[in-house]
């Protein structure tokens, strides 16, 4: 930046008081993201109101201006004005007042500190940095969410055996802090899935991405490598993450396979009364088909994900006959949880998927999800009738194979009846009517849509079909070629549907299915 610029942004920036403004702090990073001294400042105010996610995001804009304040890089007479955790008699005092006394103590002080690190920070921040390397810090020198700002390779990262994955639920921050504050060496990722554009829902059919990895070696004294991944938690240059791609896809495959199997174990509990014994009880023939196979992982798994529902059931009788449960205990076991990498869960955990599958249209949008909790699993383009189409909660109480005898019948190669209706959810062969009003009131789906979701879903499955019910779509498309990202089988790349071996006899040839089309 010339030194002019310079000049005129620091006149700027003093114009007020940066240090008892924050609105205008606020106001001055979003129109200077590359000052990175003013957002060194905001973050200390953030600190000082204990909103660590925040003061983190901003330390983390700072860079190297945060570590040459934490770090003593620059040097000055007097300590670093630091604002403590616990109760003292200051904090009786009236805030205005305190608010007013503290800042006045270490204004000046950061005044000079400003104007000795700003010309340093600036000619740094556009030198041109040979190879981009990723920083690395001791970790020692890390306050609980602050993060210094890392220069990542531009060349290809492989990613290391063993990589441990922590999927973040909206506050990476913290899960951050976690990671640092752990003992373990080796890579860490941490990863989310992005939000719906009206913030309620989590869009794990558009992908989970990598945010941020820590790389912890110890050494002569523990150090962290950082490298970020996503341009809008570091406003620099990414890291590639392709090697990442896959490690994720293998996780995520294995929490929609745990997902499916809880659901369906779910579903055969609420048909019968009980929990099957077998996971041939699952594949049974029609009419009693809940899924038309498991895939070996499942099977695997099975034993495991029954033995969690007898324990839920245990607890909840002694819950209900008045024995006490050791509340440390399971406060212990959730925090061990949330400390343990996602990527070491068994194949029978489906978080963050914890609740049941179930179906959720929108007619307005035409448009079909699967959901867990606030997860959108899985989006599909569909085919309504508009008024003709019920409104409400219903359930999948059928479920079959080729309903015409053929897989290209008016009703395509899968179809599940709802609630004992002339409405089902089915294919079609007129794959023109996808996204448009013309049927008599069914659910009509593309092929590759409608067998993804028969193997993903079973019998007693809820379905809610109203307006407005689902987050608008950014991109017209079935999510195919140049589609939106994440909508059709797939999420949107129907080579890798969910798919399930067929282990079981689910036609129903003998009967004419007058379904509504």
């Not at 306050?143 to 909206?170: C, M, N, R, W």
């Not at 938690?233 to 293998?250: G, H, K, M």
Request: aromatic share 6%; hydrophobic share 30%.
């Amino acid at each position: 930046m010339k030194e002019n610029n310079r000049n005129d942004q620091l006149e700027r920036f003093f114009q007020h008081n940066p240090i008892e403004d924050p609105l205008y702090l606020k106001k001055y990073v979003k129109d200077h993201p590359d000052h990175k001294m003013a957002w060194y400042l905001l973050g200390r105010e953030y600190a000082a109101q204990g909103k660590e996610g925040k003061a983190a995001y901003c330390f983390a804009q700072s860079g190297e201006i945060y570590e040459a304040f934490e770090c003593q890089k620059i040097t000055i007479e007097g300590p670093l004005p630091s604002y403590p955790t616990s109760i003292s008699k200051k904090d009786t005092e009236p805030s205005s007042k305190r608010k007013t006394s503290s800042m006045g103590k270490w204004l000046p002080l950061m005044v000079i500190l400003l104007l000795l690190a700003v010309p340093a920070a600036m000619n740094l921040a556009n030198e041109d940095i040979k190879g981009f390397p990723t920083e690395v810090v001791k970790t020692s020198s890390l306050s609980i969410g602050a993060t210094p700002s890392a220069i990542p390779a531009t060349e290809k990262q492989e990613v290391p055996a063993g990589a441990k994955l922590y999927f973040s639920d909206g506050d990476w921050s913290k899960k951050l802090q976690r990671v640092l504050t752990s003992s373990g060496t080796g890579e860490s990722v941490i990863m989310e899935a992005p939000r719906s554009a009206d913030g309620k829902w989590s869009e794990w059919n558009r992908s989970v991405k990598p945010l941020i990895s820590v790389e912890t070696q110890v050494g002569g004294g523990s150090t962290a490598a950082l490298k970020y991944y996503q341009s809008q938690i570091c406003s620099c240059q990414v890291a590639d993450s392709s090697a990442l791609v896959p490690v994720i896809a293998n996780w995520m495959s294995e929490r929609e396979q745990a997902i499916v199997l809880q659901s369906t174990i779910q579903a055969y509990q609420l048909k019968t009364g009980s929990l099957p014994e077998k996971p041939e009880q699952l594949t049974k023939p029609y009419p009693d088909n809940l899924l038309p196979g498991l895939a070996p992982e499942m099977q695997e798994a099975f034993p495991q994900v029954v033995s969690k529902f007898n324990e839920s059931a245990k607890t909840g009788k002694a819950q209900e006959s008045g024995q006490t449960t050791d509340k440390n205990e399971q406060s212990k076991q959730t925090l061990k949880e949330q400390a343990m990498p996602a990527s070491s869960q068994s194949k029978s955990s489906p978080d963050p998927l914890r609740d049941p599958l179930r179906i959720v249209i929108d007619t307005d949008q035409h448009r079909l999800a699967l959901v867990s909790g606030e997860f959108i699993i899985r989006s599909y383009l569909v085919g309504l009738g508009g008024e003709k189409t019920p409104q409400g909660d219903f359930k999948i109480s059928e479920k079959v194979r080729d309903p015409n005898g053929k897989s290209n019948g008016e009703f395509g190669s899968r179809g599940m009846t709802l609630s004992d209706t002339l409405y089902a959810i089915h294919g079609t062969n007129k794959p023109s009517s996808i996204g448009k009003d013309e049927s008599h009131g069914c659910v009509r789906m593309q092929q590759a849509d409608i067998e993804e979701l028969y193997n993903m879903v079973p019998q007693e499955t809820k379905v809610t079909i109203g307006k407005g019910v689902l987050p608008a779509v950014s991109d017209g498309g079935n999510g195919n070629e140049g589609g939106s990202p994440g909508i059709g089988a797939g999420r949107g790349k129907p080579d890798q549907s969910f798919r399930l071996p067929l282990q079981t006899k689910d036609s129903n040839p003998g009967k004419k299915y007058k379904w509504l089309d």
